[in-house]
T-cell receptor, first 108, second 113 residues
Framework: DAKTTQPPSMDCAEGRAANLPCNHS???????VYWYRQIHSQGPQYIIH???NNETNEMASLIITEDRKSSTLILPHATLRDTAVYYC?????????FGAGTRLTVKP | DSGVTQTPKHLITATGQRVTLRCSPR?????VYWYQQSLDQGLQFLIQ???????AKGNILERFSAQQFPDLHSELNLSSLELGDSALYFC????????????FGQGTRLTVV
């Protein structure tokens, strides 16, 4: 059973920032927040992960609230190629279970 | 290229048959995960191995089994296949533990006819 809640779908205009929210109110102190995306039927792609500090890499930024009960993935300048299903998961060790994710559609 | 290799890419077989899906993890990764994704469905976690030992089990049917070999490659065996087993099967690998990201292969598309 997934421990996260995400909106089923979102739209974003090309070139604008895409902000994808995730609720993980039952997260425990040693669980990491991970984001992946799946473009069409390709293998899911790792995006970013964090524990409690905000993180940034070449793909995205991850903002985790101070109480760690929610997070936001930010794609700073969305392109059409960012259209995908985005998954937020929390994990500490072995289990890596995916929920339904958010289907992000980037529109011209 | 994630570095995770899955073979075959496509597989068509008849009901009642048995197939084996293979996964070669990224170099150095000790952990292997298997997932099933039916048409327009989410990723269902099946099972995870770490350095040859089973570490976590998800919604894996009794007709399915898996193992990880000493060279760290893994195989997923599906037997007594049913039409409903038609799906994409993904393998992922990671260095191990919750602090390391996992990388996915491109999947094996299984069609049971």
């Amino acid at each position: 059973d997934a421990k996260t809640t995400q909106p089923p779908s979102m739209d974003c205009a090309e070139g604008r920032a895409a902000n994808l929210p995730c609720n993980h109110s039952t997260i425990s102190g040693n669980e990491y927040v991970y984001w992946y995306r799946q473009i069409h039927s390709q293998g899911p792609q790792y995006i970013i992960h964090g524990l409690k500090n905000n993180e940034t890499n070449e793909m995205a930024s991850l903002i985790i609230t101070e109480d760690r009960k929610s997070s936001t993935l930010i794609l700073p300048h969305a392109t059409l190629r960012d259209t995908a299903v985005y998954y937020c998961i929390v994990r500490v060790n072995n289990d890596m279970r995916f929920g339904a994710g958010t289907r992000l559609t980037v529109k011209p | 290229d994630s570095g995770v290799t899955q073979t075959p890419k496509h597989l068509i077989t008849a009901t009642g048959q048995r197939v084996t899906l293979r996964c070669s993890p990224r170099s150095g990764d000790l952990s292997v995960y298997w997932y099933q994704q039916s048409l327009d469905q989410g990723l269902q976690f099946l099972i995870q191995y770490y350095n040859g030992e089973e570490r976590a089990k998800g919604n894996i049917l009794e007709r399915f089994s898996a193992q990880q070999f000493p060279d760290l490659h893994s195989e997923l065996n599906l037997s007594s296949l049913e039409l409903g087993d038609s799906a994409l099967y993904f393998c992922a690998s990671s260095a191990g533990g919750g602090r390391t990201e996992a990388f996915f292969g491109q999947g094996t598309r299984l069609t049971v006819v």
